[in-house]
């Protein structure tokens, strides 16, 4: 089995445990092996391959408007820029398009490479349409329940708009044989400082890997 240790600069464990300066995740195959600070699993692990990023390496986020983003809003492709312009179409330009199946299917698995680039893993709320509901699940991407909709406009940016806290509802990191998701942010923590705040000023744009199912399926170029 594929041994991989992923560096940061530091390791936000979630669930209310203390950050690890120069952390690391031990990816086995599709599943977190451990966590912990880099050196120590290294020497466990010597043979495993080390991915090294800048920034902070937290669980993977959540989107909250999982049906409002992939279908109720149109992503174009980018061949269609020169028209539609480059960001989700809504409201009365989306119903000025023709959409079909097909079309909401190649719009939703655009959507969920955006939400990739923005250190989503899953997404909250019912998929009721069959296309999109199909795009979601061969992307990897899990779906999770939620009793409400949110609050504020949607966003492809799961820390704008809410309690940065708000973001991370997925388990968090370090538990054997857990799914291995979880995202870098291109983020600069000073010593002392919160990682969270430093997050929410940076935002998810900041991100620059991805890893879902233990695959690397976003890395900023």
Not at 108 to 120: C, D, E, I, N, S
Not at 156 to 177: I, N, S, Y
């Amino acid at each position: 089995m594929a041994l991989t240790i992923h560096r940061a600069d530091l390791l936000l464990p979630g669930a209310g445990r203390a950050p690890v300066p120069d952390g690391a995740v031990l990816v086995a195959g599709d599943s977190i092996e451990a966590v912990g600070g880099y050196e120590e699993l290294a020497a466990a692990r010597p043979a495993a391959r080390v991915r090294a990023w800048p920034g902070v390496l937290t669980p993977g986020l959540c989107n909250p408007y999982g049906p409002e983003l992939l279908e109720q809003a149109y992503h174009p492709d980018p061949r269609e820029a020169g028209e539609l312009g480059t960001e989700p179409l809504t409201g009365d330009a989306l119903a000025a398009l023709e959409m079909t199946d097909a079309r909401w299917g190649a719009s939703a698995r655009r959507g969920v490479r955006r939400m990739l680039a923005h250190g989503t893993v899953a997404v909250a709320g019912s998929l009721r349409r069959a296309t999109v509901a199909d795009a979601v699940a061969r992307s990897g991407l899990g779906v999770e329940e939620r009793p409400a909709r949110p609050p504020g406009p949607p966003g492809l940016d799961p820390l704008a708009g809410q309690p940065v806290e708000a973001a991370f509802v997925l388990p968090p990191l370090g538990f054997e044989g857990r799914r291995a998701d979880f995202a870098v942010f291109g983020v600069e923590v000073p010593p002392g400082g919160d990682p969270y705040a430093a997050l929410a000023r940076a935002g998810a744009v900041r991100c620059v890997a991805t890893v879902l199912d233990g695959r690397l399926v976003h890395r900023r170029a």
